[in-house]
């Protein structure tokens, strides 16, 4: 078993930033695929964000790349979501997520990953 605590939301401005973390407990953190996922009031939960076991590999949504950068600590079994330039769109509970054994074909497929957090809310004001 992997538990996973998510913290950083809150509210922001549009164009502000905010940075998520995740801190993972149970199973070696290094073995698994760290994705972040979103979800919005009243709309399906989306693929934000993953990366690889050793932060080799990243891979993200076309709406937040260049503007999110996912990255983790393995010593401290943590990985993080820095998101700049926020819009109003952003808002949702975001949740991170653990995956063994996942290839990158597969980052974005929430049905793959194993493990997931309570979610932590992220509130965009325009």
């Known amino acids: 078993q992997v538990q996973l605590v998510e913290s950083g939301g809150g509210l922001a401005q549009a164009g502000g930033s905010l940075r998520l973390s995740c801190a993972a407990s149970?199973?070696?953190?290094?073995?698994?695929?760290m994705g972040w996922f979103r979800q919005a009031p009243g709309k399906e939960r989306e693929f934000v964000a993953a990366?690889?076991?050793?932060?080799?590999?990243?891979y993200y949504a076309d709406s937040v790349k260049g503007r999110f950068t996912i990255s983790r600590g393995n010593a401290k079994n943590t990985v993080y979501l820095q998101m700049n330039t926020l819009k109003p769109e952003d808002t949702a509970v975001y949740s991170c997520?653990?995956?063994?054994?996942?290839?990158?074909?597969?980052?974005?497929?929430?049905?793959?990953?194993?493990?997931w957090g309570q979610g932590t809310q992220v509130t965009v004001s325009s």
């Open positions: 990366i690889s076991w050793n932060g080799g590999t990243t």
């Open positions: 997520a653990a995956a063994a054994g996942l290839y990158r074909s597969a980052f974005g497929l929430a049905n793959k990953y194993d493990y």
């Open positions: 149970g199973r070696t953190f290094s073995d698994y695929v």
